[in-house]
């Protein structure tokens, strides 16, 4: 059973179209969400941690925010430099690991 | 000025063959991590260690063997390679177990 699901699994925008990807959870004891970048033939790069219901975080034109049962990526006005594999990750309370979402894989057009 | 470096970053071996991959990380960080990343993208963690003590170890095949001889350093070394061992490795560290992970630019291998 996936304890965290991300859709849409791939996505398509043209340059200065918004959009948010999703990552939802199903750990119980939250211990963090954590927001990486993934580039081809790269390994992930951390983007945010988010630690509570409610918390915002932003950087450049992302934005993740997190309630009880997801998280959510805002990408305001893409450019094509943001085209890479979004992952989501949850480190549950105990358990001192991350697990992992499948990703979603983001194309901006220019 | 890399961070967290892992060598080789193309692996291609045959099955039955014995290989070892290496990392380091120039971060000063505790904990050290091995993940797998499958065909369809899927990262799941391997092992971690902190201060060189294994404190992670998935439901991994013991061919699979980690070793840490500083804080630094994780190696992992795989006997008997298989076909199902095609993948891309990633080492990782963080300066604590709930840490954000900074990972290496992985190394692929490919059996054959």
């Known amino acids: 059973e996936d304890q965290v699901t991300q859709s849409p699994e791939a996505l398509r925008l043209q340059e200065g179209e918004s959009s948010s990807l999703n990552c939802s959870y199903t750990v119980s004891g939250l211990r963090g969400l954590f927001w990486y970048r993934q580039d081809p033939g790269k390994g992930p790069e951390f983007l945010f941690t988010l630690y509570s219901a409610g918390e915002e975080k932003e950087k450049e034109r992302l934005k993740a925010t997190l309630t009880k049962k997801e998280s959510f990526l805002h990408i305001t006005a893409p450019k094509p430099e943001d085209s890479a594999t979004y992952l989501c990750a949850v480190e549950q309370g105990g358990s001192e690991k991350l697990v992992f979402g499948k990703g979603t894989k983001l194309t901006v057009n220019p | 000025d890399t961070a967290v470096s892992q060598t080789p970053k193309y692996l291609v071996t045959q099955m039955g063959n014995d290989k070892s991959i290496k990392c380091e990380q120039n971060l000063g960080h505790d904990t050290m991590y091995w993940y797998k990343q499958d065909s369809k993208k899927f990262l799941k963690i391997m092992f971690s260690?902190?201060?060189?003590?294994?404190?992670i170890n998935e439901t991994v095949p013991n061919r699979f063997s980690p070793k840490s001889p500083d804080k630094a350093h994780l190696n992992l070394h795989i006997n008997s390679l298989e076909l199902g061992d095609s993948a891309v490795y990633f080492c990782?560290?963080?300066?604590?177990?709930?840490?954000?992970?900074?990972f290496g630019n992985g190394t692929r291998l490919t059996v054959t």
């Open positions: 260690y902190n201060n060189k003590e294994l404190i």
């Open positions: 990782a560290s963080s300066p604590r177990v709930d840490s954000p992970l900074h």
